[in-house]
Nanobody
Framework: QVQLVESGGGLVQPGGSLRLSCAAS????????IGWFRQAPGKEREGVSC????????YYADSVKGRFTISRDNAKNTVYLQMNSLKPEDTAVYYC?????????????????WGQGTQVTVSS
């Protein structure tokens, strides 16, 4: 089993940047595909980005393409989400999740392990 802890959220002005981290313990992240998801108050959970287990293929929601970048550092057992050009509509709790499938799933159906979330607020 793997345990996930997100960090790096906070309050940022529109146009600003944040880098979220998803640190794993209990097992190596190299055995998992990882996804980032978010949920705003009163809205459904939304897939933001995900990265395959081994080949590094990445996927992004249309709403964040060109602004967000997912990356993984297996040596540090951490996955990152670099968020640039943030907009007020990016405000949400962001979660990382892990699946032992080879391929990631941006819809969030196959993830057995979830972190507790980190709040991102984009406001002036």
């Amino acid at each position: 089993q793997v345990q996930l802890v997100e960090s790096g959220g906070g309050l940022v002005q529109p146009g600003g940047s944040l880098r979220l981290s998803c640190a794993a313990s209990g097992n190596s992240l190299r055995y998992y595909a990882i996804g980032w998801f978010r949920q705003a108050p009163g809205k459904e959970r939304e897939g933001v980005s995900c990265i395959n287990r081994s080949d590094g293929t990445r996927y992004y929601a249309d709403s964040v393409k060109g602004r967000f970048t997912i990356s993984r550092d297996n040596a540090k057992n951490t996955v990152y989400l670099q968020m640039n050009s943030l907009k007020p509509e990016d405000t949400a709790v962001y979660y990382c999740a892990a699946t032992d499938n080879y391929y990631c799933d941006i819809y969030g159906y196959d993830y057995g392990y979830w972190g507790q979330g980190t709040q991102v607020t984009v406001s002036s």
